[in-house]
Each structure stands twice: as structure tokens, then as C-alpha cells.
């Protein structure tokens, strides 16, 4: 089983940007679709943006997000990034990064079920 570490959040103004991380260790990411996640307070845990295996490449983007953020992977680096750009004070949250065998879409909408347990994440705080 993968272990996930999300990284890169923090304290930006609208309309800034940032790039959150999510590093893997003991296997390989690049066969596993892989999904960022926000829990906003006191809401529920929604799919933000995924990516299909390596192999595959299609991306999944919630329709609140798209068009300012954008995921990729680095498979030198076993890590999937999100670049979030024209943040807004609704995109506070805490960020939580997930993998599974299954497709970007599928993952998102957690249709097929994340492969490990969820972990910290990255709070994300939009405000001025």
C-alpha cells in the first residue's frame, strides 16, 4: 500500500495561486489514478481534480475548479501536483490527496473507493 503526504497549502489572497504536493512512497504512482480532495468546515469531502494512470492520462476536473487549477504528475518524482490559480475564499479547505485502480473520473466522484485510509492533507486558506 502507497503512503500519500500532501504538502504545499497555506494562507493566499483571491486571486492568488498555489501548488500542493502530493508525495508517494513504498510503490509506484504512476499505475493509479490519483485525486485531490477539499473539506471545506463543515462540509463533506468532495473530488476536486484527478488524473488516470500514467498510461492513460485523462483528467477529471469538478466544475467549480475549472479553468483555475490544473493537475499533473512528475514520475521521476512519484508526485502528483495541483496548481490552483484565481483561488477564491469558497476554495478553503483542507486538501487531501488519494490513489486507486481505477479512472480519474471513478475516483472523483469516489464511485470506486480510494486505496488507503485518508491522511493530514494541506489546509488551504483564501482570504484577505
Known amino acids: 500500500q502507497l503512503q500519500l503526504v500532501e504538502s504545499g497549502g497555506g494562507l493566499v489572497q483571491p486571486g492568488g495561486s498555489l501548488r500542493l504536493s502530493c508525495i508517494a512512497s513504498g510503490g509506484t504512482l504512476q499505475y493509479y489514478a490519483v485525486g485531490w480532495f477539499r473539506q471545506p468546515p463543515g462540509k463533506e469531502r468532495d473530488g476536486v481534480s484527478c488524473i488516470s494512470s500514467s498510461s492513460d492520462g485523462t483528467t477529471y476536473y469538478a466544475n467549480s475548479v475549472k479553468g483555475r487549477f490544473s493537475i499533473s504528475r512528475d514520475n521521476a518524482k512519484n508526485t502528483v501536483y495541483l496548481q490552483m490559480n484565481s483561488l477564491k475564499p469558497e476554495d478553503t479547505a483542507v486538501y487531501y490527496c488519494?490513489?486507486?485502480?481505477?479512472?480519474?473520473?471513478?475516483?472523483?466522484?469516489?464511485?470506486?473507493?480510494?486505496?488507503?485510509?485518508w491522511g493530514r492533507g494541506t489546509q488551504v486558506t483564501v482570504s484577505s
Open positions: 488519494a490513489y486507486a485502480p481505477t479512472t480519474a473520473q471513478n475516483l472523483c466522484l469516489l464511485t470506486f473507493p480510494p486505496s488507503h485510509s
